[in-house]
Nanobody, 120 residues
Framework: QVQLQESGPGLVKPSQTLSITCTVSGGSVTANDYYWTWIRQPPGKGLEWIGRISPSGNPSYSPSFKSRTSISRDTSKNHFTLQLSSVTPEDTARYYC????????????WGQGTQVSVSS
């Protein structure tokens, strides 16, 4: 059984960098056929795809976030990390890490999500 667990700061001040780590158990971030993805949901809004990292470690980003986003991984710890810089209150959201089956784009396993608020 694959499990994903986010760990994040809870509260971030405007203009700072948000950093959230997703620890994976029951699977490997280097496993073929799976992307490791970040998705968020602001209050009262729909899901937003932020980006993902491939089995070989190559990240890709939504154009909406590309200029201020970095996704990386640590294979020795089997985790991957989202960094979002220059945050504003509009970045307040619940952030999820998700496994995506690359062959048909199914999001098959989700973390429970971590709530991040941006406020001074």
């Amino acid at each position: 059984q694959v499990q994903l667990q986010e760990s994040g700061p809870g509260l971030v001040k405007p203009s700072q960098t948000l950093s959230i780590t997703c620890t994976v158990s029951g699977g490997s971030v280097t496993a073929n056929d799976y992307y490791w993805t970040w998705i968020r949901q602001p209050p009262g809004k729909g899901l937003e795809w932020i980006g993902r990292i491939s089995p070989s470690g190559n990240p890709s980003y939504s154009p909406s976030f590309k200029s201020r986003t970095s996704i990386s991984r640590d294979t020795s710890k089997n985790h991957f990390t989202l960094q979002l810089s220059s945050v504003t209150p509009e970045d307040t959201a619940r952030y999820y890490c998700v496994r995506e089956y690359s062959r048909w784009g199914e999001f098959d396993y989700w973390g429970q999500g971590t709530q991040v608020s941006v406020s001074s």
